[in-house]
């Protein structure tokens, strides 16, 4: 099992995994168009950290934008494929992400939209109803969704969340 970082590079391996991860949030997350949803993934702003199986089959991902200057990330989409839900690989996933954007984007904090029965899973994985980054560094870079709960997660700048290289 991986957990990738992915952009749209257009390498063979990378085209494969976004359209496995684009499969996987078009099903998890209903309410989200299809076309939204594959605009986003495909995007070159956008990162992706996706779960591997071995064989190369997408389990999972979450899909964000790196607003570098701003230094937050608005996460997406988050989603782990029906049949492996509640194994831990949700937890896993974020920590990873976290690690990524910290190394590779040099992100602070993730802002996002939880749907409401995901505020539980967010709220796991450190993330808090309270803003308390600046409004001026993220009001108005965001677009504004209602139907989800606006969440905050402070990525630390030293705690290890992997065993990565950080
Ligand atoms: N409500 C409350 N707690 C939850 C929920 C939930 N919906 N889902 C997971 N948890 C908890 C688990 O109990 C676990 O707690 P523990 O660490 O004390 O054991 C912890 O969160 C991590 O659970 P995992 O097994 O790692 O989570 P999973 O692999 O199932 O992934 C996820 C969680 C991504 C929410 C998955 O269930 C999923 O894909 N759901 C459908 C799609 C979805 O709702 N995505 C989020 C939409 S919002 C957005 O994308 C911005």
Same mark, same amino acid.
């Given at each position: @099992?991986?957990?990738? %970082?992915?952009?749209?590079?257009?390498?063979?391996?990378?085209?494969?995994? @976004? &359209?496995?991860?684009?499969?996987?949030?078009?099903?998890? $997350?209903?309410?989200?168009?299809?076309?939204?949803?594959?605009?986003?993934? $495909?995007?070159?702003?956008?990162?992706?950290?996706?779960?591997?199986?071995?064989?190369?089959?997408? @389990?999972?991902?979450?899909?964000?934008?790196?607003?570098?200057?701003?230094?937050?990330?608005?996460?997406?989409?988050?989603?782990?494929?029906?049949?492996?839900?509640? /194994?831990?690989?949700?937890?896993? $996933?974020?920590?990873?992400?976290?690690?990524?954007?910290?190394?590779?984007?040099? $992100?602070?904090?993730?802002?996002? %939209?939880?749907?409401?029965?995901?505020?539980? %899973?967010?709220? /796991?994985?450190?993330?808090?109803?309270?803003?308390?980054?600046? /409004?001026?560094?993220?009001?108005? %870079?965001?677009?504004?969704?209602?139907?989800?709960?606006?969440?905050?997660?402070? &990525?630390?700048?030293? @705690?290890?969340?992997?065993?990565?290289?950080?």
């Amino acid at each position: @099992l991986a957990f990738e %970082y992915v952009d749209n590079d257009n390498t063979a391996n990378h085209n494969m995994w @976004l &359209i496995g991860l684009k499969n996987i949030f078009s099903k998890q $997350l209903p309410n989200m168009p299809k076309e939204y949803i594959a605009r986003l993934v $495909l995007d070159r702003r956008h990162r992706s950290v996706a779960i591997i199986r071995r064989g190369g089959m997408v @389990l999972g991902g979450i899909t964000y934008r790196p607003f570098h200057a701003q230094g937050f990330g608005e996460i997406a989409f988050c989603a782990v494929t029906a049949i492996e839900q509640v /194994k831990g690989f949700g937890a896993r $996933l974020m920590n990873f992400t976290k690690e990524f954007a910290r190394a590779r984007d040099h $992100l602070t904090h993730f802002l996002t %939209y939880a749907d409401n029965n995901a505020v539980g %899973y967010f709220a /796991k994985q450190g993330f808090t109803k309270e803003i308390t980054l600046e /409004k001026d560094r993220w009001v108005g %870079y965001i677009k504004d969704y209602d139907g989800g709960t606006l969440m905050e997660c402070i &990525i630390s700048d030293r @705690l290890p969340y992997t065993d990565l290289p950080g």
